[in-house]
């Protein structure tokens, strides 16, 4: 499932302005069977080791809350069976 869900993209300007930041979005199983899944949103940042200072939790954060939505979208689209979503 994580594989099929892969989504890689990359954020400008983020954490700083001129900077760009590569990171991925999947789905992580909890429960599959019977024809149904679900799980958690999984992401994924890469972080440059020249980068590491930065406060990649509130980068998170800004990823999760602005580019979630969107995500879930295209995963809409592309399986046609999301049916329920508990953003929590």
Excluded at 52 to 57: P, Y
Excluded at 77 to 84: M, N, S, T
């Amino acid at each position: 499932m994580e594989n099929e869900t892969l989504l890689i993209d990359v954020a400008e300007d983020i954490p700083w302005q001129g900077q760009s930041t590569k990171y991925a979005f999947s789905i992580y199983p909890v429960e599959c069977g019977g024809g149904r899944a679900a799980g958690f949103i999984a992401l994924k940042i890469n972080v440059e080791l020249d980068k590491a200072f930065h406060n990649w939790g509130a980068v998170a954060l800004y990823l999760l809350r602005d580019r979630a939505e969107p995500y879930l979208q295209h995963l809409n689209q592309k399986f046609r069976v999301l049916d329920a979503i508990e953003v929590v």
